[in-house]
Structure formats: structure tokens, C-alpha cells
């Protein structure tokens, strides 16, 4: 039986999170669903990102596909919630695991797919969702605003800009 939040040591707490100075803030309060989210995280990631996904009431399809491609666990990333009953996996953004994702996201409700996830490539945080069932996610700085914006211009129906001091978080 898995211990609470607090039960887990510090050292075993803590690993990668989103720690940018200089970042795009999307906030997608017009979104029309969360398929479309989802839809449009190739169009910003591409085969060397991983999706992290946290959740504790994932659909029964949905946690047996995370399963199934989940990437043996690489990179420690600091627990984006505190539940005791939340459950994580890493998943390539691969062309096929984005593709079945992004059908199940069709049919399936967000929490269902997630409660929080995040973007990482090698042990860098480029996505940060945990604050996603507000409709708010943040980018990386490094990723050129002309992605940003298309992404934004999908069904999305997304608003960005500029945070520079990362304090507006």
C-alpha cells in the first residue's frame, strides 16, 4: 500500500518542474474541449518529448493505453498534485501514441485522460499544464512565438503572451 504525499521522503518529492524566467502563458478560456488541447501538442512537440500525466480517476481505456506506451521512468518530476490516490505515466509524443490519445480524447472527459500533465524533454520541463482544468498552460521560452500562435489559433481559441520575470506564475 502507497503512503500519502507526505509519507514520501523529500529527496524522493522532488525532480524536474517548469522553472523559466521567460515564458508564453496560454490561457484557452474560450476552448471549445479538451480534444483540441490535446490535438494540438504535435503541432508545438515533436518524437523527443515525453507527456507526464497525473490523475486520479482516469478512465479504465485511457489508463490501460498509458500503460501500455508508458516510457520506463527516466527522468523524477516534482508531483504536480498532492492526492494520495494520484497515479503518473510517461508517454512518448510519438506520431502513434499522439494519434491514439488524441482519438480517446474525443471520447472520454478530461478527467478522465488527466488532472494535470506537463511536457519534458531529457530532464527540462518545455509544458507546463498543471493548472490545465483553468484553462491555463505554460510554454517555454525557447519555443518560437510563430508556434505559439498557430496553436492558439486552433480550436483552442487560445489567448498568449510574454511573461518575463517568471513571476507571474
Known sequence: MMGGYRHIPLSQRLGISFNENGYWRVDMAEAECFMYFIAGLRQIFGDSNVLYVEGTDF??????FYKGFAKPKSTQIMRLLRHPRARAYHMPLSKEAHKTLSR???TKTFSGICDALLVYENDRVVMDGSRIAERMVLFSGELPESKIKKFCATRVHGTYEWIEDGSET
Open 104 to 106: 480517446l480524447a474525443t
Open 59 to 64: 478512465d479504465q481505456e485511457v489508463e490501460a
